[in-house]
């Protein structure tokens, strides 16, 4: 498996330009179907039932909202879309690939970001990137490093480890982590937490250049208004079972998810 | 190919982390001298006895030793959100277990280079004119450790007693490596003219392919939520 990363020189792009991206991401794509789609999907750590029968269907290209308050299900099932963590009951497909038993495939096309990041404290902005390029086995240059942490407005601090970073560094490191490799599935867990308004909008950037290069992408928070605002479509999860929401409702609301929850009960 | 560019990407971070940090390797010095002294004490000034049983002083040393390595292995990944961190990236898992096992006996090795020494000059126990013998010896014994200790210490790394678990499960498997370790060390240190200690040292290649193949086949599957 040898991808060209998004900041690899052979594109023939400039380093992080949107059209090497979808270059990348067009030439790798399985060809039909929908980005996810579930099928009375479940999960159960034990005898605690996180996700109950969930019918899903994400269009490809598209950018669903997932909101829905505190311990809903959200990281369980983003968890589960990445193979993570394997369903209990029923099934589905991510990418056109079966979630029980392709998980590679799944792996290779889906980027994952949590509250906290896959980063490491004690390795410096560019070596977590170094790390993740070879880890996915991309081919990326010196430059490609900092162009990627210059998009995020961290070149200066390149060289720093991750420790000394506050939550909204940490969190742009963890953005362009997953920025550096091309993507059909981009899956953001809370990317709104700890971000002050300049880091809001830069999320906001990502999402809309993802969407621009045709990558699906699912943003799971529980701050409806920024969840909703990148979004053409919301969903909200509530004990773990999905419902439908009026979308631009909930893009003009300033309520968070837990408002939400607790208007519906 | 592509599972060994994984592997040392693991390495690399593990060891880059760790010459940063130096938290696993001065532990594991001081806590390795500390026994060594301790079993000194214990035993007084008898050097004839004291080279009779430095084999399996300095092999107890090394395995209580290791287990603060081992323990190190993937806790040293929940600063960076578990191992699924690791999980989450594409390609075979064995690469994992590779990554994190090549770390532990790097890292081993390094403590035993500071260990056998040590152990010369508390034990007076010559080791110089077999140091090759020694060097083959530690080396499979370190190997077959390190197999057996990645591999329980991914089984127990999400338990709520990891720290007193991993012993638990992981010295009974160890028998067979301390026992050919052990001998091996004390007929090389004491003189092996019959070249007894090569029975040993098959016992230590053996052990260590088959665990090998056995841990690194169902690693996947340990893996697994």
């Not at chain 1, 052979?10 to 060809?31: D, F, H, K, N, Q």
């Amino acid at each position: 498996m040898a991808v060209r990363s998004v900041y690899g020189r052979a594109t023939g792009t400039s380093p992080g330009s949107v059209a090497g991206l979808r270059e990348e991401v067009i030439t790798s794509a399985p060809t039909i179907g929908p980005a996810v789609e579930l099928q009375d999907f479940s999960k159960r750590f034990g005898w605690n039932r996180v996700l109950r029968g969930i019918d899903l269907r994400v269009e490809r290209g598209t950018t669903l909202a997932l909101v829905g308050p505190n311990g809903a299900g959200k990281t369980t099932l983003l968890k589960c879309l990445v193979t993570l963590l394997h369903p209990s009951g029923g099934g589905g497909t991510v990418c056109g690939y079966d979630l029980r038993e392709e998980t590679d495939q799944i792996r290779e096309r889906v980027g994952l970001v949590t509250v906290r990041g896959y980063i490491y404290d004690d390795l410096s902005a560019e070596e977590n990137l170094r790390f993740t390029a070879r880890m996915c086995g991309l081919e990326v240059s010196a430059e490609g490093y900092r162009a990627a942490l210059a998009r995020v407005g961290l070149e200066r601090v390149a060289d720093q480890r991750v420790r000394t970073f506050s939550t909204g560094m940490r969190k742009r490191v963890v953005l362009a982590q997953l920025r550096l490799r091309p993507l059909e599935l981009a899956l953001l867990d809370e990317p709104y937490a700890g971000l002050d308004l300049q880091g809001m909008s830069l999320v906001d950037e990502f999402v809309r250049e993802f969407r621009a290069a045709g990558t699906t992408v699912i943003i799971a928070s529980h701050q409806a208004g920024e969840a909703t605002r990148s979004a053409e479509q919301t969903l909200v999860l509530r004990e773990g079972r999905l419902e439908p929401m009026d979308h631009d409702a909930a893009a003009r609301s300033h309520l968070s998810a837990q408002d939400i929850g607790a208007e519906r009960a | 190919m592509e599972l060994m560019r994984r592997s040392w990407a693991i390495v690399w971070k593990d060891l880059l982390i760790e010459a940063r940090t130096k938290q696993a390797f001065n532990a594991m010095v001081f806590f390795a001298a500390l026994v060594l002294f301790i079993f000194s004490f214990a035993l007084g000034p008898d050097t004839e006895l004291l080279r009779e049983v430095s084999g399996g002083l300095l092999w107890v040393g090394i395995a209580f030793t290791g287990i603060l390595s081992l323990n190190r292995t993937y806790q040293s990944e929940e600063t960076s959100g578990g191992i699924e961190g690791l999980r989450v990236y594409p390609g075979d898992p064995r690469a994992i277990f590779l990554g994190k096992l090549f770390g532990n006996i790097i890292v081993l090795l390094a403590v035993e280079a500071v260990l056998f020494p040590a152990a010369a000059v508390l034990f007076q126990i010559e080791m110089l004119p077999h140091v090759g013998e020694l060097a083959v010896v530690a080396l499979l014994g370190t190997i077959g450790f390190s197999i057996v200790g990645t591999f329980y210490a991914a089984l127990t790394v999400n338990l709520r007693a990891r720290e007193v678990m991993l012993p638990l499960l992981l010295f009974p498997a160890l028998v067979p490596m301390l026992l050919g370790a052990v001998n091996a060390t004390t007929l090389i240190l004491v003189g092996d003219p019959m070249q007894d200690s090569d029975i040993w040292i098959r016992l230590l290649i053996a052990f260590d392919v088959i665990f090998f193949v056995i841990s690194t086949w169902i690693f996947p599957i340990a893996l697994e939520e």
